[in-house]
Nanobody
């Protein structure tokens, strides 16, 4: 069955960096767009970033553009999110997710993602 397992979260000071990873299994990883989504305390889900199945196209929410970098290793079935210049407002649970919807452009409606990881907590202290 499909499994997505995030790791790499933690507590970091403002301006610091973290690298999140997502290990995928149970599907042909290299055939799907992959996504990062976050949920801040008391708020709804927020789409963060997307990467095309070949890794040649990446997309970011305006709130993280220029600070976060999404990448993937299709040989190892892993997805990553490098987060630099972190801010307190980046504090959230971060999820990796996939969508089975055929797409030429990224699917940014999170309710269209069919599989999610369990999430990893990122806390940025001021």
């Amino acid at each position: 069955q499909v499994q997505l397992l995030e790791s790499g979260g933690g507590l970091v000071q403002t301006g610091g960096s973290l690298r999140l990873s997502c290990a995928a299994s149970g599907f042909t990883f290299s055939s799907y767009w992959m996504y990062w989504v976050r949920q801040a305390p008391g708020k709804g889900l927020e789409w963060v970033s997307a990467i095309r199945f070949g890794g040649d196209r990446t997309y970011y929410a305006d709130s993280v553009k220029g600070r976060f970098t999404i990448s993937r290793d299709n040989a190892k079935n892993t997805l990553a999110l490098q987060m630099n210049s972190l801010k307190p407002e980046d504090t959230a649970v971060y999820y990796c997710a996939k969508s089975s919807k055929p797409a030429i452009v990224p699917v940014t409606r999170v309710d269209e993602y069919d599989y999610w990881g369990q999430g990893t907590q990122v806390t940025v202290s001021s």
